[in-house]
Nanobody, 123 residues
Framework: QVLLVESGGGLVQAGGSLRLSCAVS????????MGWFRQAPGKEREFVAA????????FYADSVKGRFAISRDNAKNTVYLQMNSLKPEDTAVYYC????????????????WGQGTQVTVSS
């Protein structure tokens, strides 16, 4: 069983920053593509960012490109999401997920999910 635990969410003013972390249990962290997704109230879950197994390749949704940065530390079994210049529309529950396959952006193809962490951006 692979467990993912997110942390770092909270309340921040527009223009501020937050850094989310996702700790992954087990010894197979390096085998997974890691992604961040978010879901706002009344909306469908959407892709935010993903990173390859080695960390050399990253993908971003257009809505966060240039503001968010995903990274990973395979020695610490942790993936991060640095969020800068936050906007009220970034308010959502943020989930990290692990994918054993090769699809970076399709949430349905991810195998393991965390419980989520709330990010609220006030205007």
């Amino acid at each position: 069983q692979v467990l993912l635990v997110e942390s770092g969410g909270g309340l921040v003013q527009a223009g501020g920053s937050l850094r989310l972390s996702c700790a992954v249990s087990g010894r197979t962290f390096g085998r997974y593509i890691m992604g961040w997704f978010r879901q706002a109230p009344g909306k469908e879950r959407e892709f935010v960012a993903a990173i390859s197994r080695s960390g050399s390749t990253t993908f971003y949704a257009d809505s966060v490109k240039g503001r968010f940065a995903i990274s990973r530390d395979n020695a610490k079994n942790t993936v991060y999401l640095q969020m800068n210049s936050l906007k009220p529309e970034d308010t959502a529950v943020y989930y990290c997920a692990a994918d054993q396959g090769s699809d970076y952006v399709t949430g349905a193809n991810y195998d393991y999910w965390g419980q989520g962490t709330q990010v609220t951006v006030s205007s």
